[in-house]
């Protein structure tokens, strides 16, 4: 054998460059996360739902005031908070760097809202004599899951706040970066829809009628 | 620093009516309305439950695929996080038959009131 | 050609500093030497906590000199209490299994080969690498730190079962400060997993250099692609499920621990919560966590015996879908572990089906290396030794899988040695073989110089021969009825196994002896060895056309053109028997095919 049976690159095949997901790295590696993260609530979700079924005495605490109406509030300004994202991504996608500016800030807003709001709750909440380790209602448990599925769920909209805070002054001076807006939007949607769970399961069941 | 060779975002364009959105938001409104209407039903826990998740569900939906748009990325990407995202999610629901035998100790049919009323708290 | 293989690499400047260059360090290179490294510290601590075990286990009144001094409470006057002997387990299965079977093989070799197998100058997110393995090393701080506070490290084993791991200190020594200390350490760990995990999945799929396709790639990164893909979810369910468990400590809460509960006479204050809770949420990760282990071994001892056998598999893709099967079915098995636990029996049933199931791609994978092997000419060296080494003991260690399996069998073999010896095999001598196997084999590319092959043929046959003098009468045991867990075995029905337990005592010190010979093998070749060729075992991948050891950037700032798929072994016309991956010549025909 010599390298005469051997032909130089004419017929050989060199397919493009190519990305099966077609997307930027960045990106991919946010919903990569998010899928880790969406593990990681339904796992405190469905610790409390397990919990929750297998208790006798689950109290029903919620009232329509102020719980209910200060949750509707709530959602309200998060799935609004959504829609300025949305618009706020759209913007900078299409190199309007002041209304994503704008948008931005707009939605970081709505996301300061919801916090004080529900901080408010914790208080009222804590005044009443709820704690991680027990309640005024009966079950113990019952504190220890809502203060634990709410306080991560916060967590995560204050850190989303930060970032599209970060995210947003960069668009003002017009360093605006359309692909981190758009990943920091896929995250603030993201913590928006775990709520559209976290309302149902944690407030509305134990509404008491 | 990021390091990738990848910048190429083949996801539908953005650009023409927001309205679009607008429709989204106010569909998601409703349906988070409706979660509120539910609780208040007459029903019991369980059937408030279904209905408020399937709900939920929607919400949820509507989120990723319009404000997410994962309704404008590619196939193989659908697929691919569709599965192991549902894969995961529907195990984890593999706990529950165990639940209803937290207090009890005992088989899931033994729903004799008395072992009900047994010497918890 | 030239204009084809200069695509734009970006021009990246080395560091200088010593800190910026070694410690922290963005270069993946680098991230996976310090993961192996962390990998080989773990693993002697592991190995020496093992030793102290079976030392008691065989004698269980012996001194063992030094003990009192980790130990003053533990280990009065040398002798094990017999919590310390489970304090001492648990930190040895945490070990191993966290920060040895789940750094080495993924972390490890996985950051310093994926991005130059793919053909990429690093990681796409380099920084966040970094802190993968600081945030990872951090959690190994912590979970050493349990050996040096008061009462010690927990007692309730690397599953931490509830409600033992929860109660606190009431439930024993350890169990307060120490178990708090395990959870977070733990915790924490899952947060540098899954960072690493972001980069594995977004190189694989985004940083291939141009021409390598997905069927193009090298099995060992499909092998640590997938494993990033189970790793992404299985630690998203683990780090809460520790954090609930941090909270029944620290805040009151009593997520695992049920009502009424009386310890040592005392009711406890707890209410309300389920000790079976824990299981599920433990065995989620559990179950997955052990393929996280395998798979990218598996991927190694493809790739190494593919390159010693001079020809490729009998069927790449169905390793690729076997590997695939494996990590869906992964997820849906992990009740087997609670068959006795007192779980709903019908879920026992729903568990049995996929765990039997998942059989068969394993043993799809088996047949194609055997019947790959059968007949080729096996280049013997240290590494495709491992490799025939990891086959051997994942087939036994993999049959008792099918007892297990089956819940009528596991209610008589649960928590019994047959159960330790079943892991051991399957996934700790399994893994350990993988990493072995790696590491003879990358060892030239890493750092330039060939290791003894003379040193590791021995360190083989002593390592292969003990790992099953030690491991197989473990199945013994448990058929005998030896309980899992016991610090010494006095009841009458077991001390008639003593004999054995002394055997296998005897072969864990000679055969942890022997690997003293890998390590001093590992640090005289380090400085001493002979240089290395550029391809010392004629490999087509890409990690074998770039010098050893590579330097920053891997490809010198440009990246290179594949042209073919993996494994071109045994060509007809090739200036060996061999086309390089990134060689433009083209292949006329395979000489097996005619
Ligand atoms: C042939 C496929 C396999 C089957 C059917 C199988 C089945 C089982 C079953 C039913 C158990 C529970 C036994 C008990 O606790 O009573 C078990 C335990 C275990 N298996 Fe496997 N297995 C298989 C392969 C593997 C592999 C490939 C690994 C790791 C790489 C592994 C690692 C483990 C570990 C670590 C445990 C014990 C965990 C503990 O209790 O600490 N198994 N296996
Ligand atoms: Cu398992």
Sequence with gaps: MSQSDLTMGTHLSVPERSSPFAMPSKKLAMWLFLIADAATFATCLVAYGFLRNGSLNWPTPFKFFPTVVNTMVMTFILVTSSLTMALGVRAAKMGDQDAAYRWTMLTAAGGSIFVLLHVHEWMDLIDEGVRLSRNPWGNALFGASFFTITGLHLIHVMAGIVVLIVVGLRCRGGRCDAGDVEITGLYWHFVNLVWMFVVPLVYLLNVSK | ?121 | MHDKSAHAARHRVPPTGFIRKYIFSTDHKVIGEQYYGLALAAVFIGMVLSWIMRIHLAWPAAAIPGMQLLSKNGAPGGVLTPEYYLQLMTMHGTIMVFFVLTTAPLAGFGNYFLPIQVGAEDMPFPRLNMLSFWVTFGAFLVAIAAFFVPQGPPLSGWTAYAPLSALGEVAGPGQGTGQVLWAVSIAIFCVGQLLGTLNFISATLDMRCQGMGLMRLPLTVWAWFITACISLTAFAVLMPACILLVLDHVAGTSFFVPSNLVVNDQLQPHAGGSTLLWQHLFWFFGHPEVYIAIVPAMGIVSHVLITNMRRPLLSHKAIIYSMVAIAFLSYMVYGHHMFVSGMNPYSSIAFSLPTLAITIPSTIMVLIWIGSLYGSKLRINTASLFALGFISMFVSGGITGFFLAQPSLDIMLHATYFVVGHFHLVMAVAALFGIFAGTYFWFPKVTGRMMNETLGKVHFWFTFVGAYCIFMPFHYLGMAGNVRRYQAFVDDFMAPLMPVHKFITIAALITGAAQLIFLYNLIHSRFWGELAPQNPWEGTSLEWSIPSPPPFDNFAGKLPVVYHDPYQYDIEGATNDYVMQDSPASINSVRGEK
């Design chain 2, 1 to 121: 620093m990021v390091l990738t060779n990848r910048q190429d975002d083949r996801g539908a364009p953005y650009g023409g009516n927001p309205g679009k959105y607008l429709l989204v938001y106010f569909g998601i409104l409703v349906l988070a309305g409706l979660q509120f209407a539910i609780a208040y039903q007459q029903v019991n826990v369980t059937a408030a439950l279904f209905r408020m998740f399937a709900l939920a569900i929607l919400e949820a939906g509507l989120m990723v695929v319009f404000f997410m748009r994962l309704g404008a990325e590619n196939r193989p990407f659908v697929t691919w996080i569709a599965i192991v995202t549902l894969l995961v999610l529907t195990i984890m629901q593999s706990s529950w038959p165990d639940s209803y035998r937290m207090e009890r100790d005992a088989p899931p049919n033994d729903r004799s009131p008395g072992y009900r009323t047994g010497p918890s708290q």
